[in-house]
């Protein structure tokens, strides 16, 4: 069924009876072409690529809990294109291509909205960094300007401004990022990949996979063996331990990353905004709470959720550059599970066992790739070649040393991110 | 979430720092070869469940401790001394 305005208008009149379930059920098939294991918003976003681009239909998703039911669900729904390194600034820039068409390529109101994501600095050098990475993203072909002080003030002007700590010496606004309904992005593809055929099959863990002479030919699940041509791996946090199912130790330590949300309130912060001095980011979600987070906890976890460390540096940001949203009182934190490399950027890339294939290490910037990581792994799986946008995010570059893409300049070294 | 130091006894989670790991105490020889260093540098088991990690406390005694980890509840197994792991 497809949504338009008459729909609304006649199920509004008629008691909303006549809504469908928005995807089939279906029970595995013995044998597909591919089969994706992980049904979040990257293995979704792929099959419908795969579908929809390349007409290839006969594909399974093996999601071994529910839709969208890991960290599609648990982010913070930004959406930005403001990395500076090549590598990375052609890929995400081609994501926020996608996201902007979206919502008609998919029929369904994925709530983007293109509100302005606002950096801030605090130092001569942090200024400096701003100009450089902003010169860099304009020529890629995104937007990107520098704010003076005064420009930040009369865009958000309930920041602290009098405080000599952190003084904010400007900012760098894209006026394009903003944020996306998150569980909306996950079910428009899920809605999608299943309509074109794909076969979305949940309760379903993958226990193993088959490999025959470096090549490989199916899985085992908990629902019985599937034959495929193809496997491709898109498990995130999980990565590590799919990844071992087909005997390969990935570069992945997996991290938690918490966020918060508050209650309700009138609507009062417009953008999306980061302080420079701290690590704290906060937007303003359409049902009123304020989602806000911070940096790692820094030590592996699978728990799904943080320790009271990290939370209190995050409400000391908040304090800091926000003093009023003291007023406001959290209602929920929670904590996703990060697949983090040594470099900070992602892989997508073949590995040595043929037909697999590996998704991965989207540290805690993986809401915004969802669209150009599925298209991008899609053309991967289906050509056998990589994407032009995602052409360095190679398996070996911590091998070789070669293509690394460390943005925060830290050093290509676990922990480190 | 604490971890009971050998030499200090239960502290705060922020007395200490993280490195990853154990793993990381067996070292490659002096002219190992490339996939090994590869190995050692980047790639991890990155269990999830029992872990055994390379912690550091360095707001205390300033011990190199390997501690025992649950990953998926955060419950602390062990720790012990990593001069005495590593001999």
Same mark, same amino acid.
């Given at each position: 069924?497809?949504?338009?305005?008459?729909?609304?208008?006649?199920?509004?009149?008629?008691?909303?009876?006549?809504?469908?379930?928005?995807?089939?059920?279906?029970?595995?098939?013995?044998?597909?072409?591919?089969?994706?294991?992980?049904?979040?918003?990257?293995?979704?976003?792929?099959?419908?690529?795969?579908?929809?681009?390349?007409?290839?239909?006969?594909?399974?998703?093996?999601?071994?809990?529910?839709?969208?039911?890991?960290?599609?669900?648990?982010?913070?729904?930004?959406?930005?294109?403001?990395?500076?390194?090549?590598?990375?600034?052609?890929?995400?820039?081609?994501?926020?291509?996608?996201?902007?068409?979206?919502?008609?390529?998919?029929?369904?109101?994925?709530?983007?909205?293109?509100?302005?994501?606002?950096?801030?600095?605090?130092?001569?050098?942090?200024?400096?960094?701003?100009?450089?990475?902003?010169?860099?993203?304009?020529?890629?072909?995104?937007?990107?300007?520098?704010?003076?002080?005064?420009?930040?003030?009369?865009?958000?002007?309930?920041?602290?401004?009098?405080?000599?700590?952190?003084?904010?010496?400007?900012?760098?606004?894209?006026?394009?990022?903003?944020?996306?309904?998150?569980?909306?992005?996950?079910?428009?593809? /899920?809605?999608?990949?299943?309509?074109?055929?794909?076969?979305?099959?949940?309760?379903?863990?993958?226990?193993?996979?088959?490999?025959?002479?470096?090549?490989?030919?199916?899985?085992?699940?908990?629902?019985?063996?599937?034959?495929?041509?193809?496997?491709?791996?898109?498990? /995130?946090?999980?990565?590590?331990?799919?990844?071992?199912?087909?005997?390969?130790?990935?570069?992945?330590?997996?991290?938690?990353?918490?966020?918060?949300?508050?209650?309700?309130?009138?609507?009062?912060?417009?953008?999306?905004?980061?302080?420079?001095?701290?690590?704290?980011?906060?937007?303003?979600?359409?049902?009123?709470?304020?989602?806000?987070?911070?940096?790692?906890?820094?030590?592996?976890?699978?728990?799904?959720?943080?320790?009271?460390?990290?939370?209190?540096?995050?409400?000391?940001? /908040?304090?800091?550059?926000?003093?009023?949203?003291?007023?406001?009182?959290?209602?929920?934190?929670?904590?996703?599970?990060?697949?983090?490399?040594?470099?900070?950027?992602?892989?997508?890339?073949?590995?040595?066992?043929?037909?697999?294939?590996?998704?991965?290490?989207? $540290?805690?910037?993986?809401?915004?790739?969802?669209?150009?990581?599925?298209? $991008?792994?899609?053309?991967?799986?289906?050509?056998?070649?990589?994407?032009?946008?995602?052409?360095?995010?190679?398996?070996?570059?911590?091998?070789?040393?070669?293509?690394?893409?460390?943005?925060?300049?830290?050093?290509?070294?676990?922990?480190?991110? | 979430?604490?971890?009971?130091?050998?030499?200090?006894?239960?502290?705060?989670?922020?007395?200490?720092?993280?490195?990853?790991?154990?793993?990381?105490?067996?070292?490659?020889?002096?002219?190992?070869?490339?996939?090994?260093?590869?190995?050692?540098?980047?790639?991890?088991?990155?269990?999830?469940?029992?872990?055994?990690?390379?912690?550091?406390?360095?707001?205390?005694?300033?011990?190199?401790?390997?501690?025992?980890?649950?990953?998926?509840?955060?419950?602390?197994?062990?720790?012990?001394?990593?001069?005495?792991?590593?001999?």
């Amino acid at each position: 069924m497809r949504f338009n305005a008459l729909q609304i208008l006649k199920q509004g009149l008629t008691g909303n009876r006549g809504w469908a379930p928005q995807w089939r059920n279906p029970e595995p098939k013995p044998e597909y072409d591919i089969v994706l294991i992980g049904g979040g918003g990257h293995g979704l976003s792929t099959a419908y690529y795969l579908a929809k681009k390349h007409g290839l239909t006969n594909i399974a998703v093996l999601e071994k809990g529910y839709l969208g039911g890991g960290n599609v669900g648990r982010n913070t729904t930004i959406v930005r294109a403001n990395y500076f390194l090549e590598g990375n600034s052609q890929f995400y820039s081609h994501s926020l291509g996608l996201w902007e068409n979206l919502e008609q390529e998919l029929n369904y109101n994925v709530m983007l909205s293109q509100r302005g994501q606002l950096m801030l600095c605090h130092s001569d050098g942090q200024r400096d960094a701003f100009a450089r990475r902003g010169n860099a993203i304009v020529n890629q072909g995104d937007d990107a300007e520098l704010l003076s002080p005064e420009g930040v003030r009369a865009l958000v002007p309930y920041l602290d401004y009098e405080q000599l700590r952190f003084p904010i010496y400007g900012g760098l606004l894209q006026r394009r990022a903003g944020s996306a309904r998150h569980d909306a992005v996950a079910w428009g593809y /899920a809605r999608g990949a299943d309509r074109l055929g794909v076969d979305l099959i949940q309760q379903c863990e993958v226990t193993g996979i088959d490999i025959e002479n470096g090549a490989v030919r199916g899985v085992q699940t908990t629902r019985g063996s599937i034959r495929a041509k193809k496997v491709a791996m898109v498990a /995130a946090g999980r990565s590590g331990q799919v990844a071992a199912m087909a005997g390969m130790r990935l570069p992945v330590e997996s991290h938690v990353l918490q966020a918060f949300v508050t209650e309700g309130l009138k609507p009062c912060i417009d953008h999306v905004i980061s302080f420079g001095m701290g690590h704290f980011y906060i937007s303003q979600s359409d049902k009123g709470g304020l989602v806000f987070g911070g940096d790692l906890d820094f030590y592996p976890s699978y728990a799904q959720r943080g320790n009271l460390p990290m939370k209190e540096h995050v409400m000391e940001a /908040a304090m800091t550059l926000m003093p009023m949203i003291g007023k406001a009182r959290v209602l929920r934190s929670w904590g996703g599970i990060m697949d983090m490399t040594p470099d900070g950027s992602p892989i997508i890339d073949r590995t040595d066992t043929k037909g697999l294939y590996l998704n991965c290490g989207w $540290c805690y910037g993986g809401f915004k790739a969802v669209p150009a990581s599925g298209d $991008c792994f899609a053309h991967l799986i289906a050509t056998d070649q990589p994407h032009e946008a995602a052409s360095r995010y190679r398996l070996d570059r911590f091998k070789t040393g070669y293509g690394l893409m460390d943005e925060e300049g830290t050093g290509a070294q676990h922990n480190l991110h | 979430m604490r971890i009971t130091c050998p030499l200090c006894g239960a502290r705060d989670l922020r007395e200490f720092s993280v490195t990853g790991s154990a793993a990381l105490l067996n070292r490659p020889e002096e002219g190992a070869e490339l996939p090994e260093w590869d190995d050692y540098l980047h790639n991890r088991d990155n269990p999830a469940g029992p872990s055994d990690e390379l912690w550091y406390h360095s707001g205390g005694c300033g011990a190199w401790l390997v501690v025992r980890r649950d990953t998926t509840s955060h419950a602390v197994l062990d720790v012990r001394l990593a001069s005495e792991q590593k001999t």
